[in-house]
């Protein structure tokens, strides 16, 4: 990206030596679900439960006016006369079908808007790549053969978060309604789930809305640490709230959140984040939140691409940078102390946001983003195996 006449250009879609991490992704989805067939998923934790869930139609949810969604599919695998492996590798499809789809939507509209999407040098790619197909490859296998109610919310929660950022201008109602339809569907999915990626996803369009529309009335310095108390807000009450329900789901989410864990999720992206911000320069490669366009912006072709992209990497990480500053201070004022899963099961979520940054292209927090999702894999593998 450049300025020529004093106009920002960027380079068109393919140009330069760069490399696309959207082939990687699904070609890593591909092998994931081929994959599927040639192992068997008794051994894995949560079968039987949902084996019993399955068996009753989701009885349990239906009494309990939840996740009726989940209900719904249990509903529909019964009257097609699938049995229970059968029902798993319909649940598979659907909730891979549907990343896919968002992860396309996103591409497309990167090559619309004439955005050069490709994330990484060629020097570095053959290296990042492998790290990033590895850690999808585990991230397929934690929500999609273990955790499948949160595999199915989270590909609800893609679609919405892919349909809301590539929205036109004109089509905006539209978009709100089917954006919020989603997230309805998703929350009858798996609550928990569709709530906290509303955070990580969402919540940095909100953002970006109030940066966009009340700078002129704030001005730009204010504004940001308005911001930033109301996203700190944020971080803490969902701290606190899984906090709570960690107490109330019983003991299988009771447990000291280990320190390593800790430093991975809090102290290290805390770091990282902060001595970027703090040495970053205002030039072409760096997000400059004074100088360029921020958010839903009125325009057409590369500003709006560009600027909108930028606006929600930006505030995304400004989100997961609160949530890991109120986990540090929770953690040192020892409210956490015996809602250790329960807290990676919140961070876990991150990978989310991570796939969607890396897929955006390049930023100046794409490294601290393939950390997140390196960490969260690792984590889950050693959780994977301690418990078999």
Known sequence: MRRQHGRLVVPKYGHGRHGSILPLMLLTACIFFLGSFAFSAKELPDYEAYERIYEI???????????????????????????????????????????????LRVERWLRAGGYNPNFAKLPTYPLIAIFTVAALFVFFLEFFQIRIRAGLALSIMSIAFSVYLTARRRNRFRVVFFTFLLLICGYGAHASTTIILGYFLFFPFLCGFLYLNFRPLIGGLKLK????????????????????????????????????????????????????????????????????????????????????????????????????????????????????????????????????????????????????????????????????
Request: a neutral charge; hydrophobic letters at 55%; proline letters at 1%.
């Open 225 to 388: 640490a308005s911001i930033f108390v109301l996203v700190m807000a944020a971080s803490m009450y969902l701290i606190s709230l899984v906090s709570a329900q960690s107490e109330l789901r019983g003991e299988q989410l009771v447990s000291p959140l280990n320190v390593f864990r800790l430093l991975c999720l809090s102290i290290i992206p805390i770091v990282y984040i902060a001595l970027d911000y703090a040495l970053a320069k205002k030039n072409e490669s760096r997000l400059d939140l004074n100088s360029r366009v921020m958010g839903l912006v009125v325009g057409s072709g590369h500003g709006v691409v560009a600027s909108r992209r930028l606006s929600w990497i930006y505030f995304s990480t400004l989100c997961y940078f609160s949530l890991a500053a109120a986990l540090l201070v929770f953690y040192v004022a020892g409210f956490i102390d015996e809602a250790g899963e329960a807290i990676v099961r919140v961070f876990t979520l991150n990978s989310v946001s991570a796939i969607f940054v890396i897929l955006l292209g390049p930023s100046r927090y794409l490294r601290v983003w393939l950390f997140l999702l390196l960490s969260n894999s690792l984590f889950f593998l050693h959780t994977l195996t301690a418990s078999g």
């Open 57 to 103: 139609g989701g009885l349990n949810f239906a009494l309990a006016s939840t996740e009726l969604l989940f209900v719904a599919v249990n509903l529909a695998g019964n009257i097609v006369g699938f049995d229970y492996e059968q029902f798993r590798t319909m649940v598979l499809l659907m909730s891979m079908a549907m990343l896919s789809f968002s992860l």
